[in-house]
């Protein structure tokens, strides 16, 4: 059997104030609870940090804008060759200067 290596922990134990709770099937505790002990973690921390870098991915995930090869043509065209700006914008960009000045 492999050496277990302590994982570090997710956050500092100072900073835990929060609390999750969530019920799920024996047969899933059991399958976590093993891939837990393979890692040589606490069920707590393993649940935890798997959860963690799964919400990290969605988010990241989110925030790829993803564009056909077209939308990239006509994005950065209007990036190289911005229109004029029309009446309403400048009127906003008055009021912008207005509250930032």
């Given at each position: 059997m492999a050496a277990l290596v302590p994982m570090e922990p997710t956050a500092p134990s100072a900073a835990k104030a929060e609390r999750l709770e969530a019920r799920i099937t024996a047969p899933l505790k059991e399958t976590l609870q093993r891939a837990a002990d393979l890692e040589g973690r606490s069920l707590t921390d393993?649940?935890?940090?798997?959860?963690h870098d799964t919400a990290k991915r969605v988010i990241q995930e989110h925030g790829i804008l993803f564009l056909t090869a077209n939308d990239s043509k006509v994005f950065v065209n209007a990036l190289l060759n911005p229109p004029a700006p029309n009446e309403k914008l400048r009127r906003a960009a008055r009021r912008f200067k207005q509250k930032h000045a």
């Open positions: 393993f649940v935890v940090s798997a959860a």
